[in-house]
Each structure stands twice: as structure tokens, then as C-alpha cells.
């Protein structure tokens, strides 16, 4: 596991992230990248990791997303491995996220984490509004951020407020983000790298009110 932990960021930050990859790229993708760069550069201590069956594409097997829920032991064992000293925040970007809020309370009620951070959640699948993936949301306790775009075809903003989701949980809306948190910037007048950067400085603010 150790070997496959990508760092980014000061050593001595207060805060640590931990950040999953999403369902079909890896952590070494463009967006994830940008998105560590940016909340290293906001001052956390940011570490991506690989789901073993994305790791296995890197040897040339060619293997399918399994169901989330079945990734919860894996980013359990991430934790482990990790062994992070000071305050920890765990999360991803989107199913990588996902996984990590169908598994935080157990691991915030144990001290083992702080929050958790999203980036893009799937709340549905695109095209498919009627199926959501919130059930687990309404109870959640531990703290949760989730920086989503306003135009995300897995939860716009039109959509994401009529759900019924624990008041644990604060959403940065992103003007016209897409579900790399990427807007058009002829029409919004933002770039990628400005989304990038609020995000950081939201996380940043909403990480110093955690109780730690």
C-alpha cells in the first residue's frame, strides 16, 4: 500500500488529506493532480492512493470498476497504512468520496479522522436522477465538505438541494463547474484553476472549524 501514495504539500502541515480517485482514472489523473496541487499550495499535506483494481491497470489488467461499497475495506486499510500523526481528512474525488462517506463515521467515531472532503460527488448516476446514492447521507455525523459544479451531471445545482442530506454537510457550489469542477470560462468568466483555487481556500477555512 505505502508504495502507491502520491504526496503532495508541506510535511509539517496541520491537516492531511487523503484523497481516492474516482471510478475511472487514476491518481495521477489531470484533475486530480490539479486538485492536489491546489490544496498543497493552500497549505495541507495532501496523499493520493490507488483502489487495487486501478492499480492492476497499470500492469495492463484491464479491470472494471467493482461497486463501491465493496472498495470500503480498502480505503479502511489506506488509513491504516498511512498511520497519520496529527489531524486527518479523508476523502476523493467522486466515487473515491463516495467510498470514503460510507465509511467515515466509523473511523471519526474512533479519532482516526477529522472530516471528510468530496470532490464532485456522484449523488446519481448521469441521466438517471431517480437513482440516488444519498440514502447513507441523511445520518451521516462526521463533518463533510463537498465542492461540487453547478452544472455536474452526477448533482446540479438544481437538483442536489432537494435532497435530504445530514446538516453535517456544507457544498461549495462551483459556477458552471463541471464533475472535474471545470466551467466554461466564456460563459462564467472563471478558469479551471481559479475553481481549483477557491476550492483550496474553502477547504482551508472550513478544516481550521473542525474540532480536532
Given amino acids: 500500500?505505502?508504495?502507491?501514495?502520491?504526496?503532495?504539500?508541506?510535511?509539517?502541515?496541520?491537516?492531511?488529506?487523503l484523497l481516492a480517485h474516482?471510478?475511472?482514472?487514476?491518481?495521477?489523473?489531470?484533475?486530480?493532480t490539479a486538485a492536489a496541487k491546489a490544496l498543497a499550495d493552500a497549505g495541507f499535506r495532501v496523499i493520493r492512493f490507488e483502489f487495487a483494481y486501478m492499480s492492476a491497470r497499470r500492469s495492463g489488467v484491464r479491470k472494471p470498476p467493482p461497486r463501491a461499497e465493496t472498495?470500503?475495506?480498502?480505503?479502511?486499510?489506506?488509513?491504516?497504512?498511512?498511520g497519520a500523526k496529527g489531524p486527518l481528512i479523508m476523502g476523493g474525488k467522486s466515487m473515491g468520496g463516495r467510498v470514503a462517506t460510507m465509511v467515515a463515521d466509523d473511523l471519526h467515531d474512533k479519532g482516526k479522522i477529522a472530516g471528510l472532503l468530496c470532490l464532485g460527488y456522484p449523488f446519481h448516476p448521469p441521466g438517471q436522477p431517480n437513482k440516488l446514492r444519498t440514502g447513507h447521507l441523511k445520518r451521516l455525523a462526521t463533518p463533510a465538505l463537498i465542492c461540487q459544479g453547478t452544472r455536474d451531471e452526477f448533482g446540479t445545482r438544481d437538483e442536489v438541494p432537494g435532497y435530504d442530506l445530514s446538516d453535517r454537510i456544507e457544498i461549495l457550489w462551483l459556477e458552471d463547474g463541471d464533475h472535474d469542477l471545470k466551467p466554461r470560462?466564456?460563459?462564467?468568466?472563471?478558469?479551471?484553476?481559479?475553481?481549483?483555487?477557491t476550492m483550496a481556500k474553502?477547504?482551508?477555512?472550513?478544516a481550521e472549524r473542525l474540532p480536532v
Fill in 71 to 82: 472498495l470500503n475495506p480498502e480505503y479502511e486499510a489506506a488509513i491504516a497504512a498511512l
Fill in 1 to 17: 500500500m505505502l508504495d502507491r501514495f502520491l504526496l503532495d504539500g508541506p510535511e509539517d502541515a496541520r491537516f492531511t488529506i
Fill in 185 to 197: 470560462k466564456k460563459i462564467s468568466g472563471f478558469s479551471a484553476s481559479d475553481h481549483l483555487a
Fill in 22 to 32: 474516482g471510478a475511472g482514472a487514476p491518481m495521477d489523473s489531470a484533475s486530480m
Fill in 202 to 206: 474553502a477547504a482551508k477555512a472550513w
